[in-house]
């Protein structure tokens, strides 16, 4: 019995597989938690109004310029800027009402006012550097004296929409917002407008520079997919055409 089993005995064991020894679990370290230095006290300034009881802070940049919206001695809503303890009155786009909505760091605001026969429009402000030091200085302008921001820019307003507001804009000069039609629908307009200006060079990668390398790399490369071959047609004109004097047949 014994030895009629030991074949089997033998072949089993051939072909089992080697047992293997697990490592030991690792044991869990405790980490230091890195050094965090939060405030442990904060500054609060009092910003001000524009004259009247009521102020609010609605955004602020990387260089501590506020922009805000006040009531003014008149009664009316303002927006301003609060630039190095100096409030700007920002004015309107020729009506009686204005508020602010962003600023990016190259001090351009955003925000909505109304014009002199009442649209309320979202608006772009673009200050001016008036000594070219490179920083703008200047955001209130009124060479006519007809009470509108000179530096204000009413945002035209998308097809069937009456009145419109602009709610942030990027450091790109990219400006989203608002907009109200007639039955009371809003929609959400774009704004891809590109700062101008002096030290208002476009930005490295934008959208446009993307288009002309494309476009260039098609006239370089006129076999790609998608492109069409660019055929010069004038006087040095070095391609043939089908059924044309000197062309081929």
Request: net charge positive; hydrophobic share 30%.
């Amino acid at each position: 019995m014994w030895f009629k089993n030991s074949p089997k005995s033998v072949i089993s064991t051939s072909h089992r597989r080697p047992l293997r020894r697990r490592p030991p679990p690792a044991r869990l370290g405790v980490e230091a938690l890195e050094d965090r230095a939060l405030p442990t006290t904060y500054l609060y300034t009092d910003i001000g109004t524009l004259g009247g009881t009521y102020s609010r802070s609605d955004d602020v940049n990387a260089l501590g310029q506020v922009v805000c919206t006040s009531v003014t001695v008149g009664g009316s809503d303002h927006a301003f800027l609060w630039s190095g303890g100096a409030l700007i009155d920002l004015g309107t786009l020729g009506g009686a009402w204005s508020a602010v909505s962003a600023i990016n760091d190259h001090g351009q605001i955003v925000g909505s006012a109304d014009t002199a026969d009442g649209i309320r429009h979202a608006f772009l402000l673009s200050p001016e550097d008036t000594n070219g030091d490179g920083s703008p200085d200047r955001w209130f302008r009124d060479s006519n004296g007809n009470g509108a921001n000179d530096l204000m820019t009413a945002l035209q307003l998308p097809a069937g929409q009456t009145a419109s507001i602009a709610l942030d804009i990027n450091n790109a000069g990219e400006v989203v917002g608002g907009a109200n039609d007639s039955a009371g629908r809003s929609h959400a307009p774009l704004d891809r407008r590109r700062r101008e200006g002096p030290g208002h060079a476009r930005r490295p990668g934008c959208r446009r520079d993307r288009d002309q390398r494309r476009r260039a790399s098609r006239r370089r490369c006129p076999g790609r997919r998608g492109a069409k071959p660019r055929v010069s047609l004038g006087r040095d004109a070095r391609h043939d055409r089908p059924g044309e004097p000197g062309g081929s047949q």
